[in-house]
């Protein structure tokens, strides 16, 4: 299991134990920013989170139909949909800041 912290304006929220797809957790959290609104099936982009550089080679490359929404959504660098981002060990301590609309 793997600690996450998400970085919001209201401030960070922290999960131990973290287990499924980051926006998952971040429903259950009731992370403030995270909407989902189309549950996670990629393709509303209201679950966009933003990774540090040095998390980035952790994770697996966007496939197709998300790098196809960041681009339409013109989503900055380092800017992933949570839905797509299975938590592993490997991300243990890993912070991801939640882009405020319009930020990205």
Same mark, same amino acid.
Request: hydrophobic share 35%; aromatic share 4%.
């Given at each position: 299991m793997a600690k996450i912290t998400f970085k919001t304006n209201a401030g960070d929220v922290v +999960? $131990?134990?973290a287990s499924g797809n980051l926006m998952e957790i971040a429903t259950y959290e009731s992370v403030e920013g995270i909407d989902?609104?189309?549950g996670? +099936?990629?393709s509303c982009a209201t679950c966009m989170v933003r990774v540090p550089? $040095?998390?980035r080679e952790k994770l697996n490359p966007p496939e197709?139909? $998300?790098a196809d929404l960041l681009d339409i959504e013109e989503a900055g660098e380092g800017v992933r949909l949570s839905c797509q981002i299975e938590v592993? $060990?490997?991300m243990d301590?890993?912070?991801v800041e939640?882009?405020?609309r319009g930020e990205s």
């Open positions: +999960v $131990e134990n989902a609104d189309c996670g +099936v990629c550089p $040095e998390w197709e139909s $998300e592993t $060990e490997a301590g890993m912070v939640i882009p405020q």
